[in-house]
């Protein structure tokens, strides 16, 4: 604690950060480790496991097509109403997607962003109808109605019909197949949040890899082995995101799964709306609810970095009492080697600083039609569970898992569990639907002749009148068979 708070008084002091986070000397791929430049002087570390298939498959599974048919009206009261219009292709999402929403449902929920909002939207009746009830309750009470003119505006106000602020429709057809380690088409990418690196994702890229996935992770810009420029607008949530975004297209595959943690979640999401055609399917660990992003006025990270160095210490013990169920020497031993809270104090400053995301709101979740599978640790003092039920519900397809084990660091926690979780949504696809039916081309009323004509002839002296009552009772069945075969 002495020599931290030192360090920090020579900081105050020099104005330079006394913990800088460098690369390592060489560029050159070692033990799956790259480093790629993705703007002159801004080097990310980068892990990418391509293993040796001794087996490769074709991706020869149909899948199920889902169609997704969603209408998302936003109301200037700050309302949301979000109308499920597509029929769900197999019973497993009507069970499982958004909680137990069925198809055809609408949901109702007010943003984030407008707590003083007022109550629900009800769309009123018409002038016409309002004006024909009013009149039909004056009649009921004896008196008689008002004349247009004399109708006093301020006793009776007109009801205007609110307008929708914004309409977005959604209409597509997206078609979900398994993915398997044996697919060379198939990449996952895993992006870790604040303070984190590359090491936290150890045991998920070991056990896919050797299963044959093709696995990327990487080190945001100044953390892990990644440079770390000496500027804050180099940690804004765009310029992290224009590093995904390169990162992707260099190893994208043409099924992609991204992996995201906390603050990497939302990094996720934005990769889903620039490649919904490239993103498969999305895995997000304890990322919160759909809220656009804004940096705390009120937070110790606004703190000058000398005094966040004095304080790193303290930092790093609630990150262990928060991110961890448990906080044993099992886990002590995972925070140092895995690095998962790990990074300098202007980086850790500038990164909370630079969470600014305005369009990141509910209705750009809303619109996201890839599947995701939601995992969440029950113990997590940083996400609570209400968040990721309400990005659940918000979401098309969104599934929500909840692990009683574990907490904000679930995948470090419980790998198996973790492990054994994705690779079941990996492999997961909607259940093809059933053939259609072949449709009997015999004509019923033909058959019905038919059957009639192998029956007994009645007596002559009834034919008539059985006829007229047999023409009566069918509705002119016969006219409408002759007229048929004419055409």
Not at 240 to 248: G, Q, S
Not at 256 to 282: D, R
Not at 392 to 406: P, R, S, T, W
Not at 419 to 440: D, I, M, S, V, Y
Request: hydrophobic share 35%; glycine share 8%; aromatic share 6%.
């Amino acid at each position: 604690m002495l020599t931290s708070f030192m360090e920090g008084l020579l900081c105050c002091l020099s104005s330079k950060s006394a913990n800088v986070v460098v690369p390592v000397e060489t560029s050159e791929p070692a033990d799956g480790y790259e480093f790629v430049e993705v703007k002159p002087g801004r080097v990310l570390r980068v892990r990418h496991i391509i293993p040796d298939r001794p087996v490769l498959e074709e991706p020869t599974g149909q899948g199920g097509s889902v169609s997704c048919k969603r209408k998302i009206t936003v109301y200037r009261n700050g309302q949301l109403f979000i109308e499920n219009l597509g029929d769900r292709a197999s019973a497993e999402l009507k069970n499982c997607q958004n909680g137990d929403t069925e198809p055809n449902s609408t949901v109702e929920v007010e943003l984030t962003d407008c707590g003083n909002s007022s109550p629900p939207v009800s769309i009123p009746e018409s002038r016409r109808e309002s004006a024909a009830a009013g009149k039909d309750e004056a009649a009921e009470a004896g008196g008689e109605a008002p004349a247009a003119g004399q109708t006093d505006q301020s006793q009776q106000p007109r009801k205007r019909r609110r307008r929708p602020k914004r309409t977005v429709v959604i209409d597509c057809e997206r078609k979900i197949t398994a993915c398997k380690g044996t697919h060379q088409d198939v990449a996952l990418f895993f992006i870790h949040g604040v303070g984190g690196s590359l090491d936290i994702w150890g045991s998920q890229l070991d056990f896919f890899s050797r299963l044959g996935y093709e696995v990327v992770a990487v080190d945001l810009a100044g953390h892990g082995a990644s440079s770390a420029p000496q500027i804050a607008a180099a940690y804004t949530f765009y310029a992290l995101a224009e590093d995904m975004r390169l990162i992707f297209k260099r190893y994208a595959r043409k099924r992609n799964i991204l992996i995201g943690h906390s603050y990497g979640v939302s990094f996720c999401t934005f990769l889903a709306h620039e490649f919904p055609e490239q993103i498969h399917k999305m895995v997000m660990i304890n990322g919160g609810g759909p809220t656009a992003l804004e940096p705390s006025l009120c937070s110790i990270f606004n703190l000058p970095t000398c005094v966040l160095h004095c304080l790193s210490p303290l930092l790093a013990w609630s990150f262990l009492k928060a991110g961890f169920a448990q906080q044993g020497a099992k886990e002590k031993q995972l925070l140092k080697d895995n690095n998962a809270f790990n990074v300098s104090s202007f980086v850790l400053r500038a990164m909370m600083s630079g969470q600014y995301w305005p369009e990141g709101d509910e209705v750009y979740h809303a619109e996201l039609t890839v599947p995701i599978l939601l995992v969440h640790g029950m113990h997590d003092k940083f996400v609570p569970v209400e968040e990721d039920q309400r990005m659940a519900e918000i979401l098309l397809m969104g599934f929500l898992k909840v692990l009683q084990d574990g907490s904000h660091m679930i995948m470090m926690e419980c790998p198996e569990a973790v492990n054994t979780l994705l690779h079941e949504f990996f492999l997961w696809e909607p259940a093809a639907p059933p053939p259609p039916k072949k449709e009997n081309k015999t004509r019923p009323e033909t058959a019905k002749a038919q059957s009639d004509n192998t029956k007994a002839t009645p007596d002559p002296s009834q034919v008539r009148p059985a006829t007229a009552r047999q023409t009566s009772s069918n509705g002119g069945a016969g006219e409408k068979a002759n007229s048929k075969d004419k055409k």
